[in-house]
């Protein structure tokens, strides 16, 4: 699954904390590879941050964003050595704080559809709006596909 309308939306947001704070950044494929791609698959934007992972860093990566070029940005990732000991917590923090930046960015949003342009109902919302309550399907108290 792509990137739905809206994404590019929350995208916008991202990028903008970044360049205020002065640090590189670049944008990654939006594929639903990751945990987002069932928001996606149900036609709900998404936006989202990753810190290169297994991608092989060149030099012209290198001179942005430093460490050894012609290696991983992360060599532990999904490796044995990719615990605890591994987190890079100045990163974390810069992670965190992009992400409560868009949070509430979009929290404090007016007409929050409009600007993300969210259909009024997905295919999942059409679903229950048509079905009987008893065959909706439920997983405890939550609607899910």
Same mark, same amino acid.
């Given at each position: 699954? @792509?990137?739905?309308? %809206?994404?590019? &939306?929350?995208?916008?947001?991202?990028?903008? !904390?970044?360049?205020?704070? %002065?640090v590189?950044?670049?944008?990654?494929?939006?594929?639903?590879?990751?945990? !987002?791609?069932?928001f996606?698959?149900?036609g709900?934007?998404?936006?989202?941050?990753?810190? %290169?992972?297994?991608?092989?860093?060149?030099?012209?990566?290198? %001179?942005?964003?430093?460490?050894?070029?012609?290696t991983?940005?992360d060599?532990?990732?999904?490796?044995?050595?990719?615990?605890?000991?591994?987190? &890079?917590?100045?990163?974390l923090?810069l992670?965190?704080?992009?992400?409560?930046?868009?949070?509430?960015?979009?929290?404090?949003?007016?007409?929050?559809?409009?600007?993300?342009r969210?259909?009024l109902?997905?295919?999942?919302?059409?679903?229950?709006?048509?079905?009987?309550?008893?065959?909706?399907? !439920?997983? @405890?108290?939550?609607?899910?596909?």
């Amino acid at each position: 699954a @792509g990137a739905v309308a %809206g994404s590019a &939306a929350v995208q916008r947001l991202f990028e903008g !904390y970044f360049s205020a704070l %002065g640090v590189p950044s670049e944008p990654s494929p939006f594929n639903g590879r990751s945990d !987002y791609g069932p928001f996606l698959e149900h036609g709900i934007p998404a936006g989202g941050l990753d810190t %290169g992972a297994e991608k092989v860093k060149d030099m012209e990566l290198r %001179g942005r964003f430093g460490g050894l070029a012609n290696t991983a940005f992360d060599p532990c990732y999904h490796q044995e050595c990719d615990d605890v000991a591994n987190i &890079a917590f100045e990163e974390l923090q810069l992670m965190a704080g992009a992400v409560a930046h868009v949070l509430q960015n979009l929290s404090s949003t007016p007409d929050l559809r409009h600007v993300l342009r969210f259909p009024l109902t997905t295919p999942l919302h059409r679903r229950a709006a048509t079905a009987p309550l008893k065959n909706l399907p !439920y997983q @405890g108290s939550h609607l899910v596909a």
